[in-house]
Structures are given as structure tokens and as C-alpha cells.
């Protein structure tokens, strides 16, 4: 544990040794939470331009209607107190995206091709710290360190774009609940859905067979409908044939279909925003482990009684996403930002049954620094009254801080700081032994290439 200690200071020591030598501010580019970098210029300067190799030609490309983009998301992340061991971690994903523009490249007009393929490596700092958090505290980690499809779509507009249909390889959260990852604790990122049901629900980088419809039904309100291939096989790290290579939908077997259902309104600039609310069914009845079933009975072969857990009436839940501009303190992105995320599920079949969360962002936070940001967050977890364990009813709360360093144009570091109150619920680990409260420091590295 001390050899893998040292390594990983090794690993941050050298991380903080190069951002000390980049200067100058440049473009913010947080992955799929902020517009792609800002077009390349003719004067390749190494500081502000967009890639660290350079245009490579991708802009051509993308005039022709091919968008590439290849980036590393790397979080350090160390605890001083709190679990068992002050030990640290370091975990991270490259990911290669594309799309193709069918209108440029086919003449299908309102037509789009989307690949995105994810690696991700390292170690979960909750469990070589012996943190008992609910949450993880650095959101990268998780669902295999393999080579994953994430996305293989097709979309098409129709209709002047009022109506959008997207079927093939996709993550739930790529087309409904709250998008933004901008801090390092699960909590305050990605899908909150997905954060308490991670059992069915799967957030990026998983995808499953689905089909999605976007309808546009009036100015600024959009209703989105999507049924999902329900098959906890896509969470394997055995076998490609179903994290990697286009596996067949229901195979394997299937427990039945995910069904999201959202309503979204889209406010326009100058204080732009997106207001989401939104429910899911999902058909299978599988109830969480540490929560009391419910046996039923029924005739088996030859007259023999099969019990079996679960009560055949599905589960589901309820959430809202409010991510919204306050301020406009200058030009471009300037100002401040917050965000408000609640998610209910069923109390029958869930460990966790609802999560709250509440952030603030400030985009320019110094005048000579236009582009760097600083953000806060707090939020809560909730145990399931009915759980077995000391943690039943309990509430894990997690307080975050960074501030956003945006080194070079291809370039963005985070300097991050969390707390995390009653890790767990009520800070008890799996052996009933109560911990402390814990505190977190990190950093996540953004590399454009």
C-alpha cells in the first residue's frame, strides 16, 4: 500500500511540475460540459491552441463533415482523514469520439453518425482508503478498467428539426437526466439517476441497445421518450461480445426494457438554461441487497411451490435538473451558474432512495484570467429506511470546492477539495465500526490532443 502511495505521488508531484511551466489563458474545455474547442487558428501557437499536436488536418475534416476528438481525464485524489488508511489513488479514462455529418458526406440532410469509444484505468480511492462512502469520491473510477463501445448511433432531424430520431449503442445519460461532470465526487456528477440505481441504470461509459425520440413541441420545450435494452450483462468485464462489439438486443438474457420519460425547457440567452423533469419505469422487479423482499409463492412443476423475491410490479422513480446562467458579467461565458438536481426512486426496491444536489459555478474568475472558473457544491445521499445495517435512514453528505486552472488552450486543471460527513449514511463501515468524517484533496487534468 505504501509502494502504490508513493507511485501515485510520484504521479501528481510530476502533474503539478508541468502545469507550473504553461502560462496564459485560453479556451475552457471540460469533457461534454462545455462547447468544442474554438476553431484552429492559423498561427499554431503551442499555449493557446486547442490540441497539444495540433490541427492534424481535423478542421478540413470536419468542413467535410468528419468531427474527431481524442481527449484524457485524469483524477489525483489522496485522503487525509477519515476511512481507514491516509493513502491515495489515481484513476482516469481516454476517450476518441466522431461524428459524421450525413447531409456533407451523403446528402442526408439533418442525418448524424456518432462513435465514441472509452478506456478507462486506476483505483478506487473509497476502497484503498476504506472510505464507506455511498458516493464515489473520484467519479472516473468504476465499471471495469476495459475498453468499452460507449456510443455507436444513428440520428436523424426531420421536420425543420422539430422531431429527432437516435437509435444503436447508447448511455441513458447522453439523452436525458443532468449532463454536466464538472467535480470530482460522484454526487455532483453525471446522470443522478444513475448514481443511486446503478444496478439498471447505467451511466457513461455503459451503453445498451436503445431507441430515443426528441420531439420539439413548442419554442424552448422539448419531450423526449426512450426505451432501453434492460440487461445487466452490459456491465460484464469478461467478454467483449457485449461491452465492446455490438451484442444482440433482449440476449443473454434480458430482464425487459428501461422506458425514461422527460419534459425540458430551454430557456434562451442571455441567462440561458435547462429545466428538466422527467420519471423512469423500468420492468423488471429486482429489489436492492440489504433490503427486506417480498416472497411470493406460486405452483411450480408437478405441483411443487416456487418461492422467488420480488412483487412484479417494476420500479421507477422521479427526478428534476435545473442547470441555470444567474449573471452575465461580460462577454462569452462570463458570470455565474447554478445548478439544483433532486432524484426519488421506488422506496420498495432501493438501497438508495433519493439524492440531492446543489452547485454554483463562476466562469471568469479573475479578470486577467477570463477563462479559468471556481465552483461549490453540497449534496446528500439517503439510505433506505427499511435497509438491514446501522447505516438505515442515514444521510452521506458531501461539501466540494475547486477552482478551475485553464493552463494552455488544451489544457485544464482542477484543484479540488471535498468533505464528506457520515460517509456511508451514518458512517459506519461494512464491519458496523462508526469512521470519521472525510477529507478529500484532488485534481483533475484535462488533456485535449
Known sequence: MLHRSVKTARVWGAGIALSSLLTGGAYAADPLTKAPPV????????????????????????????????????????????????????????????????????????????????????????????????????EVFGRGNIFRLTQLYYSQKLFNDQLELKGGRLPVGSDFFFGLCEFINLTFCGGQPGNIQGGYIYNWPVSQWAGVVHY????????????????????????????????????NPATGVLVPVELVWAPKSPLNGTWRLGGWYDSASTIDGGLPGVVQVIPGVGGVPTQFLGDQRGRWGVYESILQRLTVDGPGALGWYTFLNTTVADHRTSFQDYQIALGFK????????????????????????????????????????????????????????????????????????????????????????
Open 362 to 449: 463562476h466562469t471568469g474568475t479573475f479578470y486577467w484570467r477570463p477563462e479559468d472558473e471556481v465552483g461549490f457544491a453540497v449534496g446528500t445521499t439517503h439510505v433506505n429506511s427499511a435497509a438491514f445495517g446501522p447505516n438505515a435512514g442515514g444521510n452521506e453528505v458531501p461539501i466540494e470546492v475547486w477552482y478551475g486552472w485553464q493552463a494552455t488552450g488544451w489544457m485544464n486543471l482542477k484543484f479540488d477539495a471535498q468533505y464528506v460527513i457520515n460517509p456511508g449514511g451514518r458512517g459506519f463501515n461494512a464491519a458496523g465500526v462508526k469512521t470519521d468524517n472525510a477529507w478529500v484533496l484532488g485534481m483533475r487534468t484535462e488533456v485535449h490532443f
Open 216 to 251: 420539439n413541441f413548442a419554442k424552448d420545450f422539448q419531450l423526449s421518450v426512450g426505451v432501453y435494452d434492460a440487461n445487466p450483462n452490459y456491465l460484464t468485464t469478461s467478454s467483449p461480445s457485449i461491452y465492446f462489439l455490438p451484442g444482440v438486443p433482449g440476449s
Open 39 to 138: 476553431p484552429y487558428a492559423e498561427t499554431d501557437d503551442f499555449w493557446t491552441r486547442p490540441y497539444l499536436f495540433g490541427d492534424l488536418g481535423r478542421t478540413k475534416l470536419k468542413e467535410q463533415g468528419i468531427d474527431l476528438g481524442l481527449t484524457l481525464g485524469n483524477e489525483s485524489v489522496g485522503n487525509l482523514s477519515g476511512g481507514s488508511r491516509n493513502t491515495a489513488a489515481n484513476a482516469g479514462q481516454l476517450w476518441f469520439g466522431a461524428k459524421l455529418d450525413m447531409g456533407k458526406l451523403a446528402g442526408i440532410q439533418g442525418g448524424t453518425v456518432g462513435l465514441t469509444l472509452v478506456q478507462r484505468f486506476g483505483d478506487n480511492l473509497n476502497t484503498e482508503a476504506g472510505i464507506p462512502a455511498l458516493q464515489l469520491t473520484n
